[in-house]
């Protein structure tokens, strides 16, 4: 999700708002509480064999997680998690636990407007799930904390640069792709940087380092009393989907494209609807989270999205003479999200079973080509008895399509039956963000998951390409009071 304070982080800029560029990153990222991979040598050890409710292994103990910096202990009923590299180890998430211990000794905690599981799967195996991802996490139990977890750690400028720096070192995955020499960075800048050096000074040398990466889920936040400053990187030539951009273009659909009707609106208005002439029907997404209210917590927002498709998808549009013939789905401006939201989306639109994308960590501080096992995220269709349409669909697109609104793209992009793929390619940023924090307190973001199409192909970077490419809000477009992606799509879906 790209970083801008929309309707989806509730519109304010708390401080938080580089490790909350969407609801997907929000999950990866309050408080830097998931921000973790393996970067010590701890290893897994033969601890006493430890056992759950009903003769499932526990959850209790010490885990490392494969990829994103993190060690973890779950105690008297806490979740405690910290941040490291290989020269700094910070506290990050304590999270209560929430209800009874499951039968497989699997234990529910929740923090903030968070919620994660820890799953045992063997005595020295479990896995991890932040609640709105799209995917689990492995972890492996180890002995002991890194020793950086049991000193204070280095404050000060350089201390801060340094931590900066080797966190993207050890976890961002795409220095290669972008084009960024991030030694030669290190080189470069660090010399900038004293024990004297002044806040925004050093805030400047941080943005103007990681300004060349073009990178969405790039983020670095300062906020104090007495400097607040923040840097967001987008890719060059697109616009990013703040809530000034997403006013002015649904006004303008909603004048010129459906001739005057204000949308039916649903979700906090995240999500429009419209009927269109000739049996076409017409679904606008904004984002994928704040269906509820500003605290965004996925479960409120999933039980919420399955009334809205309810009221939606109905059985008099998908049977009968008056069902849809096709419909036009419009991410256009879309600020991302949690991905299962585009999941539950896409499995009313199917009648079969299908992958939508898979995904990996990096999992190796020296080696950026290095990732964990692939997880696969898969749409299944929505329960029998659901009404679901299987028809033809044309998906909007543009530059201002990001991340959730990607992941989205990708689910309908693969579904069995026809979907077409019109406007411009889509921002080009997929991960989860990754977010920590400095030793005085900014905050920022990076992107270190590698996501896939079922085919193996990643669009980091260039962003997922139209099958029929077309301007899509350009001044041009607006001038001539033209929508060429929106005409298309309703010319290919009203032949016979």
Excluded at 15 to 38: D, I, N, Y
Excluded at 66 to 79: I, K
Aim: hydrophobic fraction near 35%; charge should be neutral; proline fraction near 7%.
């Amino acid at each position: 999700m790209t970083p801008v304070t929309t309707p989806a982080d509730g519109g304010q800029d708390d401080g938080r708002r580089a490790t909350r560029p969407g609801r997907r990153s929000v999950l990866m990222a309050a408080g830097a509480a998931l921000a973790l991979s393996g970067t010590f040598g701890a290893t897994a050890v033969a601890a006493p064999r430890p056992r759950g409710a009903g003769g499932g292994h526990s959850a209790d103990g010490l885990w490392r997680m494969d990829g994103y910096g993190m060690v973890a202990r779950v105690q008297d009923g806490v979740l405690r998690t910290w941040d490291t590299t290989a020269i700094s180890c910070r506290p990050a998430l304590n999270a209560p636990r929430q209800g009874a211990v499951g039968p497989d000794g699997a234990v529910r905690f929740e923090a903030d407007d968070m919620a994660f599981t820890v799953r045992p799967q063997s005595r020295n195996r479990a896995t991890l799930l932040a609640h709105g991802t799209a995917a689990d996490r492995d972890l492996r139990r180890v002995s002991a904390l890194p020793p950086n977890c049991g000193r204070p750690g280095a404050t000060g400028p350089l201390a801060d640069f340094d931590v900066f720096w080797q966190t993207f070192a050890e976890q961002y995955a795409f220095f290669g792709s972008r084009g960024v020499d991030w030694n030669r960075a290190r080189a470069t800048y660090r010399p900038r940087v004293t024990a004297r050096t002044g806040p925004a000074e050093l805030f400047d040398t941080l943005a103007e380092m990681i300004a060349p990466l073009h990178d969405a889920h790039v983020a670095l936040v300062a906020n104090s009393p007495d400097f607040q400053r923040g840097v967001d990187l987008i890719r060059p030539g697109t616009v990013g989907p703040d809530e000034a951009y997403e006013t002015k273009t649904r006004q303008f659909i909603e004048r010129r494209d459906l001739g005057g009707r204000p949308l039916e609106s649903h979700a906090q208005g995240a999500i429009g609807y419209a009927d269109l002439p000739g049996d076409l029907g017409y679904l606008r997404i904004n984002r994928f989270a704040g269906y509820v209210d500003n605290r965004g917590r996925y479960d409120d927002d999933a039980a919420e999205l399955e009334r809205v498709l309810d009221r939606i998808v109905t059985r008099a549009r998908t049977a009968g003479p008056g069902r849809w013939r096709g419909l036009i789905v419009d991410v256009r401006v879309n600020a991302g999200g949690y991905d299962p939201l585009g999941l539950a989306i896409a499995s009313r639109l199917t009648n079969h079973s299908y992958t939508a994308f898979t995904k990996q960590a990096r999992n190796d501080p020296r080696d950026e080509t290095r990732f964990t096992r692939r997880r696969t995220a898969s749409v299944q269709p929505a329960a029998p008895g659901t009404p679901r349409y299987d028809g033809p669909v044309a998906l909007l697109i543009s530059g201002a399509t990001v991340s959730a609104g990607e992941t989205f793209t990708h689910a309908l992009q693969e579904r069995p039956t026809p979907t077409t793929l019109i406007g411009e390619n889509t921002q080009g940023v997929f991960s989860d963000t990754l977010g920590r924090e400095l030793p005085n307190g900014w905050r920022f973001t990076l992107s270190n998951e590698r996501y896939t199409d079922p085919r193996g192909r990643s669009f980091e970077g260039p962003g997922i390409p139209a099958d029929i490419a077309t301007p899509v809000f350009t001044d041009e477009e607006f001038a001539a009071d033209r929508d060429t992606a929106f005409d298309r799509a309703r010319q290919i879906l009203g032949r016979p």
